[in-house]
């Protein structure tokens, strides 16, 4: 690999390790069309890249947040859990529902969670989170299948959703849902990896630079995170969510235009 | 969550260990890549495995801190976590 590709691959990662470990999201979302673009590579070689980069940021990443408490660890495995059959339950529903249907689904979910995230309540007493969490628990659960399911029908992690979501809806302080979800796409993304990795699929000559991008930036975005105020996180969650939303469905709409 | 029994510690430790490991690994292959080395594919590959089986360990580590803190319900769910995740792996790997 020449120098200039290296350093391409570099900050590919790090771009996405920086976004991932700051929003407690994969990443996967930034990093995949990244590497295509500047990198010249394949969406389905970039993939498989990706997921694997994921898997050793989320290390990296979740490690900040557990280390100042901001990871909840009954709700990490319940959550992983559900997501993950619903995951498998959207891969195969994605054969008998329309694509464009989904993306405008996700998009819906997408804008719909950064217009409540701009206008709805600021910061919440711990009591109240524990009564709203307690009373929530159930729905949490649903939530996170249907999370999985629409990840799945997309083929992406669900973080961008998982932690919006989680703090709206679930009663958990948006910094734990950050550090949730960023120690819960680990597990997913593992999975898908494996596959890869077992069917000899892994770029190995792109994954280094990729992997030592992406944890640099994962570990400055979390160390980030833990820092940084609840109206910076918000505003980049909305720009992020604005960015994906418009990868998602600027196609169909401009077809149907 | 009983925290006084659960021990974080013991698993932010091991999630350092194994940032730091795969980092180390996958940087000294991007230099060997650079200077033309053939072993910089085989340390990537080996670097991936070793991702693959922190992973699995880190499942089976809360699943034992769980237990340690007599939260069974979650202890039965991370190993069940653990089943589900391998099964995914299976069935793909035999019927893709």
């Not at chain 1, 949490?140 to 399911?149: D, S």
């Not at chain 1, 975005?221 to 918000?234: D, E, F, N, Y």
């Amino acid at each position: 690999m020449i120098p200039n590709e290296l350093v391409v691959f570099v900050l590919c990662g790090i771009g996405a390790g920086l976004i991932g470990g700051l929003l407690g999201v994969g990443g996967g979302v930034v990093l995949v069309p990244l590497m295509a673009v500047f990198g010249g590579i394949g969406v389905r070689e970039a993939v498989p890249v990706s997921l694997t980069a994921i898997v050793a940021s989320s290390f990296a990443a979740s490690n900040s947040y557990l280390k100042k408490g901001m990871v909840d660890l009954e709700l990490t495995v319940i959550i992983a859990l559900v997501m993950v059959m619903g995951n498998i339950t959207g891969s195969y529903l994605s054969a008998v529902v329309p694509s464009d249907v989904t993306r405008l689904a996700l998009t819906a979910v997408l804008l719909f969670t950064s217009v409540q995230l701009l206008v709805g309540k600021g910061s919440r007493s711990v009591s109240t989170l524990e009564r709203i969490r307690h009373d929530r628990y159930p729905f949490c659960v649903v939530l996170a299948l249907f999370i999985g399911a629409l990840a799945g029908l997309i083929g992406i992690g669900g973080g961008e959703l998982l932690t919006p979501l989680l703090s709206l809806v679930g009663g958990v302080s948006l910094s734990t849902a950050r550090g949730t979800s960023s120690m819960v796409i680990g597990f997913s993304a593992a999975a898908a990896c494996a596959v890869y990795f077992l069917n000899d699929q892994i770029n190995l000559s792109i994954l280094p630079p990729v992997v030592f991008g992406m944890i640099v930036g994962a570990k400055l975005g979390s160390i980030l995170g833990t820092r940084a105020r609840p109206w910076m996180v918000k505003s980049l969650y909305v720009a992020a969510a604005i960015y994906l939303s418009q990868q998602l469905s600027w196609h169909v709409i401009e077809a149907w235009w | 969550m009983t925290e006084h029994f659960f021990n974080f510690k013991l698993l932010v430790k091991f999630q350092r260990y194994a940032w730091r490991g795969l980092f180390l690994m996958l940087t000294s292959a991007m230099v060997l890549a650079m200077v033309g080395n053939p072993f910089a594919e085989r340390l990537a590959w080996l670097g991936v495995l070793l991702a693959l089986v922190a992973t699995v360990a880190k499942v089976v580590i809360l699943a034992e801190q769980f237990r340690r803190s007599r939260l069974y319900r979650h202890w039965l769910l991370a190993y069940t976590l653990l089943i589900i995740l391998a099964s995914i792996v299976l069935i793909r790997l035999l019927f893709s």
